[in-house]
T-cell receptor, first 114, second 113 residues
């Protein structure tokens, strides 16, 4: 148990569906991240929220839309996804300014797009 | 930006042997180097880390070494056990401005009983 929870753990959706992934951290961190992990590919940073600042990977398609209503919650809204979007989506949190900015990861949401 | 290279991508050892995974980085401003272990069905978890003012750090069977001049750091696992089988990621980041870590591509370690 890392203090970062993600729901749902598994999600199967069609290309026309709209769904959201949820992440919650109880560690008092001030930075939260979304990563995409595909088979045989490196961890891909998608979005970072920290102190009301958003950093995004410009290669992430607009069909992924993040939302961070407060420092403890992070969402990833999904719409009109493609089969190649099937992957493990990991949420992480950390301190932004600290002696060490160790990341704490959630267990991930395994997404399958049909 | 930072670039982290990790080798090998797959490492197969016999139980009891040692395993070494190596990473290089490009940004001299990086000063924090964590290693994460990802077991099947789980997210990565920190197993050991090192900061740039230290050359070596050890925790039981795992150790990390850092050569800041050459910009490389390594993970050493001694007396490997089947439960060490997992994917290992190295990362590099800087406290403060460039706090977002850059990860290596991962090493799949297989320990055969």
């Amino acid at each position: 148990e890392t203090g970062v929870t993600q729901t749902p753990r598994h999600l199967v959706m069609g290309m026309t569906n709209k769904k959201s992934l949820k992440c919650e951290q109880h560690l008092g961190h001030n930075a939260m991240y979304w990563y995409k992990q595909s088979a045989k590919k490196p961890l891909e940073l998608m979005f970072v929220y920290s102190l009301e600042e958003r950093v995004e990977n410009n290669s992430v398609p607009s069909r992924f839309s993040p939302e961070c209503p407060n420092s403890s919650h992070l969402f990833l809204h999904l719409h009109t996804l493609q089969p190649e979007d099937s992957a493990l989506y990991l949420c992480a949190s950390s301190h932004r300014v600290a002696a060490r900015n160790e990341q704490f990861f959630g267990p991930g949401t395994r997404l399958t797009v049909l | 930006g930072e670039n982290v290279e990790q080798h090998p991508s797959t490492l197969s050892v016999q139980e009891g042997d040692s395993a070494v995974i190596k990473c290089t980085y490009s940004d001299s401003a990086s000063n924090y180097f964590p290693w994460y272990k990802q077991e099947l069905g789980k997210g990565p978890q920190l197993i050991i880390d090192i900061r740039s003012n230290v050359g070596e750090k050890k925790d039981q069977r795992i150790a990390v070494t850092l050569n800041k001049t050459a910009k490389h750091f390594s993970l050493h696992i001694t007396e490997t056990q089947p439960e060490d089988s997992a994917v290992y990621f190295c990362a590099a980041s800087a406290s403060g401005g460039s706090y977002i870590p850059t990860f290596g591509r991962g090493t799949s370690l297989i320990v055969h009983p």
